[in-house]
């Protein structure tokens, strides 16, 4: 029998479909580590939030292992690669609507923005949309 797979790039690629659908504009929090292939001067706190909206990325692809894409960063284009076990939280940067996951953990037990626990970081200070409030359900 083969393994199972997680739960959660299925959560990500539905919750940034989603996003997209609404008009919003999709972010991610990521934790930093060796295996993420991100811009290592806009990484604070070994986490860096990302704008995955349409605008902001190009040649997006949101696999069941690595989300990729290439941005810009100060006019440089880059090529990335996330780790979804990295991902801590996917919203929607206009209402902070969204869910955040345990990294590394199973993301079988996603966090749901309706009932408020650990919050997002904030994106980049240039743009200071509203803190998403999220709650693990169980």
Not at 24 to 46: E, H, I, K, N
Not at 52 to 57: E, P, R
Not at 81 to 100: K, T
């Amino acid at each position: 029998m083969s393994s199972v797979v997680s739960t959660k790039p299925y959560l990500l690629r539905a919750l940034y479909e989603w996003c997209v659908d609404q008009g919003f504009t999709p972010y991610v929090s990521v934790q930093v580590d060796a295996q993420t292939l991100v811009p290592r001067q806009y990484v604070r706190d070994g986490q860096i939030v990302l704008n995955l909206g349409a605008d902001a990325v190009q040649n997006l692809h949101m696999g069941n292992d690595l989300i990729t894409c290439q941005a810009r960063f100060g006019g440089v284009a880059q090529s990335l690669s996330i780790p979804v076990g990295n991902v801590a939280a996917i919203y929607a940067r206009e209402n902070g609507q969204g869910m955040a996951f345990e990294v590394g953990e199973p993301a079988d037990e996603p966090v749901s923005a309706e009932e408020g626990a650990p919050e997002a970081p904030e994106p980049p200070p240039t743009d200071t949309p509203p803190r998403p409030h999220l709650t693990r359900v169980k």
